[in-house]
């Protein structure tokens, strides 16, 4: 890794994408720092879907469907419904074998960072993926009468409803790694992602350590917003903020990260904080770089201004 890495805290989709396009802008200088408070341990595998997701797409491994590796095949999980197994967590053949080595290697002891590692390797990639924590934290929502570990949250319950509460079980346990906290003081640029800011990076802010490491790194704080042309572009972005008391607007993301930001990337107004206006639609590779470009030279900006 270089002397100054661009680092990204990412969940899923949106975190990935801009990650994907800064690949391209920075190479093998790129930490991205992904949120495992989803990760889920089903069918003797370890599934880190937010990592993984982050890993997918910096190979170019992405599946059109939006999860998973490109082509994958469910034979094991067609076997499993066979066998009467209520596959409600739905996950490829190859996706299943990265769950599987995982799981062992996390058995043999290794920690949850090396076990990442070992995946952006076997995929080729010079880029870092780092799991917010080794210990396990884990998101839980309360809805609908009851107490959802995350996934099911996603999957199994109704898409509409009030959420009532939110919490990373386990987050007071946990630490951030040495790796991190390593790249977030020598990072050039650390960009929040266009990622959930509730459930994908609230649970990387929460790691006891992470948000101290942001507001004293030398390098600028920048965030994406993940509200594209006043929508949520995917996923239920919009109830979480909705929880945590924020519009679903960029003033209201830049308001959930109070206080950690030098600056954020929107495509509306946001009073009261440099702002870059452009958009940030990334649906193809040439917009994803673009954003990452843009994002970079508004940090590299920040980070020459004397009010900082
Ligand atoms: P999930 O775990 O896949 O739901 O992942 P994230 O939390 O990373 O992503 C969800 C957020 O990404 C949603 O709020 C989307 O609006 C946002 N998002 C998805 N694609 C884009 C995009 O191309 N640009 C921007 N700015 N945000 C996006």
Known sequence: MSESPVVILAGGTGGAKLARGMLDVVGDDLVVVANTADDVEIYGAYVSPDPDLCTFWLADRIDERGWGLDGDTFNVMDGLRELGVDVWFNLGDRDLAIGVERARRLAAGERLTDALASLTTALGLGARVLPMADEPVRTEVDAEGRIWPFQEFMIRAPAAGPIEDVRFAGVGEARATPEV????????????????????????????????????????????????????????????????????????????????????????????????????????????RRVADEVLAFAGALATRSDR
């Open 181 to 288: 906290l390593d790249a977030l003081s020598r990072a050039r640029a650390i960009v929040i992602g266009p990622s959930n800011p509730v459930i994908s990076i609230g649970p990387i802010l929460a790691v006891p350590g992470i948000r101290e490491a942001l507001a004293s790194a030398p390098g600028p704080v920048v965030a994406v917003s993940p509200i594209v042309g006043g929508q949520v572009v995917k996923g239920p972005t919009e109830r979480f903020l909705a929880w945590a008391g924020h519009e679903a607007s960029a003033a209201g993301v830049a308001e959930a990260y109070d206080g950690l930001l030098d600056g954020i990337v929107a495509d509306e107004p946001v009073p009261g904080l440099p702002a870059l206006r452009t958009d940030t639609l990334m649906d193809a590779p040439e917009s994803r």
